[in-house]
């Protein structure tokens, strides 16, 4: 687009230029008349036009003229601003798609963002070498990474910046930002965050995924009208000569809190296992809610660190704030727990680069009652 408009303004600007060139040569040769002669040759020596001639058609036609250049400016003015605010949408657009179309090259090829995360973010696993303490090698693992294609259902913008910029310590995602030691400028990692905010799946496509999924590996009671049974329904798919056996898990809260444990489910994007128990994302889960990047729920932590199940339906809902407080004795430090039941990218401004697409607040991990049945399963660890 901008280049069809470039072309224009060269071909007038040639015009111009030719235009005036050509004025200034007749000019020149008009202006060169014989020695002696000013007399006879003087503009105002001729004879002009008689006067009625001159106050009817002469003037008519002058003021006709006049008058049509004035239609012309009224005309083409309110369709100048008519235009301009689809023009500088246009515009935004198409910054937009630019960012979109360098984060896409990012993710795929610079960064290799798709080898872990999956091609379109739909979540994958990275064979990775798991070392002791001292740094010795244990095992080769598959370490699950987490879907992208939701990323921004748990995370704000800013966030995602905050994870890209330094990584995640001890696991194989590395840090990309400058901040963090990474090799990806600002302006890149914008890229790649506007990239990802093209691919966040439409509500109804992740609520259909996850729910089939649910069906799959736990099918939880339910009573004659289809309603959950109980606030954490007991899964029913328990039967050992099942194919799905291995999947199965006793509570609906239990199966939400490690969905994705034996089939990679969406890189274990909507298990809370993945941060809270050690091993789970490489298969070789420890203590269950024992705690890894997020800390230890067992125990009865929880029920002190939150009075009521409904304070803490709420922060799993939300999410933590960095460096902010929460339930009696929590402190978040760099804000990492995602928010599970509310959209956090709502607001056009928050931070999107550029700020054209803002989300819809049905674009969220989990359903209350979903919250409800896992922290019902957590309270009881
Ligand atoms: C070598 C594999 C690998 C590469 C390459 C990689 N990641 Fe990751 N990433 C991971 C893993 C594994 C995790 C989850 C870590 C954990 O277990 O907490 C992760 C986590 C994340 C998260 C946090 C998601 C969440 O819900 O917790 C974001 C965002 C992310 N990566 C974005 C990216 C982007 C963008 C790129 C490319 C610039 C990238 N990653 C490249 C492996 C990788
Ligand atoms: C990407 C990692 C991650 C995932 C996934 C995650 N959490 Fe967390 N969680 C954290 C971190 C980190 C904290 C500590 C707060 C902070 O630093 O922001 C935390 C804190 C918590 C706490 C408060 C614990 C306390 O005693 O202070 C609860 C409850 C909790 N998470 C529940 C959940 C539930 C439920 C899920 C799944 C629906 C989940 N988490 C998924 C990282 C995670």
């Keep these: 687009m901008s280049n069809t408009f470039s072309n224009i303004g060269w071909i007038i600007a040639i015009l111009v230029f030719i235009g005036a060139g050509i004025a200034l040569f007749i000019n020149a040769r008009r202006a060169r008349p014989e020695i002696g002669s000013e007399i006879e040759l003087a503009p105002n020596r001729k004879p002009f036009l008689q006067d009625d001639e001159l106050e009817t058609t002469k003037l008519d036609r002058t003021?006709?003229?006049?008058?049509?250049?004035?239609?012309?400016?009224?005309?083409?003015?309110?369709?100048?601003?008519?235009?301009?605010p689809a023009r500088q949408e246009g515009a935004v657009q198409q910054m937009d798609a630019t960012f979109v179309a360098r984060g896409l090259k990012i993710y795929d090829e610079t960064a290799k963002c798709a080898e872990c995360h999956g091609p379109k973010g739909v979540g994958g696993a990275k064979e990775t070498a798991i070392l002791n303490d001292n740094g010795d090698f244990v095992s080769q693992v598959k370490w699950q990474a987490p879907a992208l294609n939701t990323v921004?259902?748990?995370?704000?913008?800013?966030?995602?910046k905050f994870i890209l910029n330094y990584g995640r310590g001890n696991t194989p995602m590395p840090a990309w930002g400058a901040p963090g030691g990474?090799?990806?400028?600002?302006?890149q990692l914008d890229s790649v965050i506007a990239y990802i905010r093209s691919i966040q799946l439409p509500a109804s496509e992740a609520r259909a995924e996850l729910d089939k999924e649910i069906e799959l590996v736990c099918k939880p009671e339910r009573q004659d009208d289809g309603s959950l049974k109980g606030v954490n329904p007991k899964?029913?798919?328990?039967?050992?000569?099942?194919?799905?056996?291995?999947?199965?898990?006793?509570?609906?809260?239990?199966?939400?809190f490690n969905l994705g444990y034996y089939?990679?489910?969406?890189?274990?994007?909507?298990?809370?296992?993945?941060?809270?128990?050690?091993?789970?994302?490489?298969?070789?889960?420890?203590?269950?809610?024992?705690?890894f990047l997020g800390p230890n729920l067992t125990n009865g932590s929880e029920l002190r660190q939150f009075e009521t199940a409904d304070a803490q339906v709420n922060y799993v809902s939300l999410g933590s704030i960095a460096g902010a407080?929460?339930?009696?004795?929590?402190?978040?430090?760099?804000?990492?727990?995602?928010?599970?039941?509310?959209?956090?990218?709502?607001?056009?401004?928050?931070?999107?680069?550029?700020?054209?697409?803002?989300?819809?607040?049905?674009?969220?991990?989990?359903?209350?009652?979903?919250?409800?049945?896992i922290v019902t399963y957590e309270r009881g660890l």
Excluded at 64 to 82: N, S
Excluded at 152 to 160: A, G
Excluded at 265 to 285: E, L, M, N, P, V
């Design 263 to 291: 089939d990679g489910f969406s890189g274990g994007a909507f298990s809370c296992a993945r941060c809270h128990t050690k091993g789970w994302s490489y298969g070789q889960a420890e203590n269950p809610g024992g705690g």
């Design 235 to 256: 899964c029913t798919v328990n039967d050992p000569t099942s194919p799905n056996k291995q999947k199965s898990w006793n509570t609906l809260g239990e199966a939400l």
């Design 182 to 187: 990474g090799p990806l400028t600002e302006q």
């Design 152 to 160: 921004l259902y748990r995370y704000s913008t800013d966030e995602v």
């Design 63 to 84: 003021l006709l003229l006049g008058l049509a250049f004035l239609a012309v400016i009224g005309v083409t003015l309110p369709l100048y601003w008519l235009y301009e």
């Design 325 to 373: 407080k929460y339930g009696r004795g929590g402190l978040s430090g760099a804000g990492q727990m995602p928010g599970f039941g509310k959209n956090p990218n709502t607001d056009p401004k928050a931070g999107l680069v550029p700020p054209v697409q803002k989300m819809d607040a049905t674009q969220t991990m989990y359903l209350e009652d979903q919250i409800k049945a």
